[in-house]
């Protein structure tokens, strides 16, 4: 009986050590409350200001928001579809569909943020009554962008394209060219830089504003406000169940970055949300 009572004890003693140490492993358990790790590709205005903005707040939902920029327009969709990026936050929808669908990539757009009106700018001249003939316009030489700003100086009437070609549009497809414009193709980055060796310059809202233009106030023609370009947060096909992302598109369209686009760009960028 003496050796049974000893057996039992024993047996009662290791159980309490077992449930001891399961004791000693629960905060182990709960160590996994580290931040999830977003990798966001953009360009640097306005696009990584707004991702600053919401980076405190999504830091707070458990999200580390790493923002990484870019200078070009290639990259970053490269990257994302390469999985070194999560999204990535600096083109409209017609570039990226295209993008995607010329190099086979799966890169979807997850949500519209805002609307950068693509301006025509000017060192030498106030006014588009006044643009010689034979004057040179530079746009940007990637094709949606391209497109779009010889939609732009059509619609400032210094030019005709060929009807039904809308955002797809290159000097080939121009009909009447009566200020026999010569059209020179820049990669858009590099816009700003080029008003000094041309007339015109037709930028993006963005690159404008990196280089101190107000959109606003410095174009001599800009896109009405319900253009439909508005710039959306680029995922991969399949990732938009993920919660990160969805925690980012809520911080995204919020009142917060909405109050902060109307008053920090004063119409430079408008909300398309």
Excluded: W
């Excluded at 000893?6 to 449930?19: D, E, P």
């Excluded at 600053?52 to 579809?81: C, H, M, R, T, W």
């Amino acid at each position: 009986m003496k050796k049974l009572f000893l057996a039992l004890l024993a047996v009662f003693s290791i159980a309490l050590v077992v449930a001891g140490c399961g004791g000693d492993s629960k905060p182990a358990a709960n160590s996994g409350d580290k931040k999830v790790v977003l990798k966001v590709g953009a360009t640097p205005v306005p696009h990584a200001e707004i991702l600053n903005l919401i980076k405190p707040q999504l830091a707070k939902e458990g999200v580390d928001l790493q923002i990484i920029e870019f200078s070009d327009y290639v990259k970053p969709n490269l990257s994302l579809a390469d999985k070194e990026l999560d999204a990535n936050f600096f083109q409209h929808t017609p570039y990226l569909e295209k993008f995607a669908s010329e190099r086979n990539l799966p890169l979807v757009a997850y949500t519209k943020v805002h609307i950068e009106p693509m301006g025509v700018y000017s060192k030498k001249l106030k006014d588009l009554n006044n643009v010689p003939s034979g004057a040179k316009v530079a746009i940007p030489n990637d094709p949606t962008n391209g497109g779009r700003a010889l939609a732009l100086l059509q619609s400032a009437k210094l030019l005709k394209l060929r009807d039904g070609v809308g955002i797809s549009g290159t000097p080939g497809d121009i009909v009447d060219n009566p200020k026999n414009l010569q059209i020179v193709e820049i990669e858009a980055a590099l816009l700003p830089r080029s008003m000094d060796d041309v007339d015109l310059s037709v930028i993006n809202s963005n690159f404008a504003m990196e280089a101190q233009l107000n959109p606003v106030k410095d174009s001599l023609f800009t896109e009405p406000k319900d253009s439909p370009y508005a710039n959306i947060l680029a995922i991969r096909k399949g990732d938009d169940k993920r919660l990160e992302l969805q925690k980012l598109d809520k911080a995204l369209t919020s009142p917060e970055v909405k109050k902060f686009i109307e008053e920090k760009y004063k119409g430079a960028v408008v909300p398309a949300f």
